[in-house]
C-alpha cells in the first residue's frame, strides 16, 4: 500500500534552516511525482515544490531559499530550506501522484504533514 510519511518539521528562529524528508513506500519513486505543500493557519493550501523524472518545480515565495531533491536508495524526496522566514510557518505536507511531469498530475497520496514554526 502507498505511503507517505514526513519528518524533520520543528520550531527554528528566522534565518534558520530545516530539512524535511518524505519517505515513501509502496510504489517505484521514478514513476511519481512528488510534491511538497503547506498550509497556515486561516489560509489555503499552497504548492511549495515539486519534482518528477522531467522537471522541478517551485513557489515564487521560496526560490532560492528551498531545494528538493530524491535519494532512490533511500525512496525520499527532502525539502531543504533555508532562509526561513516567519511566513514560512506552516504544516508542510508531501503527496504523491502517478506522473512524469509536475505540470500534469494529480496528488492521489498524501502524508499527515509536520509542523514548521519559524519564530523568534
Known amino acids: 500500500q502507498v505511503q507517505l510519511v514526513e519528518s524533520g518539521g520543528g520550531l527554528v528562529q528566522p534565518g534558520g534552516s530545516l530539512r524535511l524528508s518524505c519517505t515513501t513506500s509502496g510504489f517505484t519513486l521514478d514513476d511519481y511525482v512528488i510534491g511538497w505543500f503547506r498550509q497556515a493557519p486561516g489560509k489555503e493550501r499552497e504548492g511549495v515544490s515539486c519534482?518528477?523524472?522531467?522537471?522541478?518545480t517551485y513557489a515564487d515565495s521560496v526560490k532560492g531559499r528551498f531545494t528538493i531533491y530524491r535519494d532512490h536508495v533511500k525512496n525520499t524526496v527532502s525539502l531543504e530550506m533555508n532562509s526561513l522566514k516567519p511566513e514560512d510557518t506552516a504544516v508542510y505536507y508531501c503527496a504523491g501522484g502517478r506522473s512524469s511531469t509536475c505540470y500534469e498530475v494529480d496528488y492521489d497520496y498524501w502524508g499527515q504533514g509536520t509542523q514548521v514554526t519559524v519564530s523568534s
Open positions: 519534482i518528477s523524472n522531467r522537471d522541478g
